[in-house]
Structures are given as structure tokens and as C-alpha cells.
T-cell receptor, first 113, second 116 residues
């Protein structure tokens, strides 16, 4: 089975801090994704990556950046955390190819105080 | 741009009964993939069922089946013999054909509560 591991289930940070969310997958997937999940808004794509060192903006990239130095690891960075970034963050990975489903991690519930 | 709409924010069903969750989408493409994902409380999101647009036959996975109406751009999920473990948030999602990645567009979700 595919395993997507997010480094923290719960995280509390302060406004202005630089925050790192880590995601690791163990199935050699080419594609990795970061989503933000908010009530009534569903999942919104922040950034995705289709190869090492490659990244593309999703629908809501403002205030975020990403890093993919190794194929198995995809990091989401909040450059200067703000209270409106309090949310659930989900990481996913998939193989390349039409119809390949995404596999999700457990999520990180991030609170910015 | 593609959009996915789930018009039922919350639903409730009695154990052992059947429930249908609605999903509509908007696209100008002719070939695409549709998915239903399930997110149990405080647990990982998992794939429930998927349907390829060019296949007319509705997909089925045990107690889960879909009613895919391509002309109406409708993709509903039917859960038969509902179980307590089916309590979860359900998301409908759309994937375009082609491209370098498998980007998904999600609906806003339907929270299903199965009552004993």
C-alpha cells in the first residue's frame, strides 16, 4: 500500500513565523500535491510538483512556497505565517498517467496564533 | 475552467438504508475522470470509486455505485446497506485527460452521518 506521511498531525505556530510542513511518500510517485481544506470550501490546491525540483502553482499559492529536493519529499513553506493560514493541510501523491488516483496523508491541522 | 458542485452540505441516513449523494460538474472536455473520495472523522482520505467519462457503464465497488449521466454532467454516489463506518465527509472530484500531472478539482464535500 502507498504510504504518504505528514510530519505532524497538529501544529501551533505564531504569526510571522516561518513554518515548514513536510510530506514523504514511499511509492516512487512522480507527482506530489499540497492542498488546504477549509469547511465549506472543500480542498483547494496550493502547489504541486511533477518531478524533482519542478513545481507549479495551484489555485491559492499566495503566502506559500514549496521545495522538492528529493523525489519522495515535498515540503510546504509558509514564509511568514498569518492567522488566515490556520487550516487543515493535506499532502497527496500519485503516479503520472491519466486515471491514476491521488493518495493522501493524514493531514496537518495548523493553528496560527 | 472546470467546476465541481456538491449541493448537499450534510445528509443523514439510517443504518442499512440506501443514500445517494449528488455531484454535478462543468467542463467542455469530452474525456475525463471522476472520483469519489471518503474522509472519515480524523482519518485519512481514501478513494471510494472512479469512473472514466467514455465508459457508459456505471462503476460499482461492493456497496458503492455511481450514476453517471454524461449529458447532464451528473455523477452521484449511491451507498447501499449503509453502515456506521460509512460516516464521513465525501468529496466528488474531477480530473482532466492529458497533461503532465493528475490535478484534481474537488467539490465542497457532503458530510454523511449514518444513524444507528
Amino acid at each position: 500500500d502507498v504510504k504518504v506521511t505528514q510530519s505532524s498531525r497538529y501544529l501551533v505556530k505564531r504569526t510571522g513565523e516561518k513554518v515548514f510542513l513536510e510530506c514523504v511518500q514511499d511509492m516512487d510517485h512522480e507527482n506530489m500535491f499540497w492542498y488546504r481544506q477549509d469547511p465549506g470550501l472543500g480542498l483547494r490546491l496550493i502547489y504541486f510538483s511533477y518531478d524533482v525540483k519542478m513545481k507549479e502553482k495551484g489555485d491559492i499559492p499566495e503566502g506559500y512556497s514549496v521545495s522538492r529536493e528529493k523525489k519522495e519529499r515535498f515540503s510546504l513553506i509558509l514564509e511568514s505565517a498569518s492567522t488566515n493560514q490556520t487550516s487543515m493541510y493535506l499532502c497527496a501523491s500519485s503516479l503520472t498517467g491519466f486515471k491514476q488516483p491521488q493518495h493522501f496523508g493524514d493531514g496537518t491541522r495548523l493553528s496560527i496564533l | 475552467a472546470q467546476t465541481v458542485t456538491q449541493s448537499q452540505p450534510e445528509m443523514s441516513v439510517q443504518e442499512a438504508e440506501t443514500v445517494t449523494l449528488s455531484c454535478t460538474y462543468d467542463t467542455s472536455e469530452s474525456n475525463y475522470y471522476l472520483f469519489w473520495y471518503k474522509q472519515p472523522p480524523s482519518r485519512q482520505m481514501i478513494l471510494v470509486i472512479r469512473q472514466e467519462a467514455y465508459k457508459q457503464q456505471n462503476a460499482t465497488e461492493n456497496r458503492f455505485s455511481v450514476n453517471f449521466q454524461k449529458a447532464a454532467k451528473s455523477f452521484s454516489l449511491k451507498i447501499s446497506d449503509s453502515q456506521l463506518g460509512d460516516t464521513a465527509m465525501y468529496f466528488c472530484a474531477f480530473m482532466s485527460y492529458g497533461g503532465a500531472t493528475n490535478k484534481l478539482i474537488f467539490g465542497t464535500g457532503t458530510l454523511l452521518a449514518v444513524q444507528p
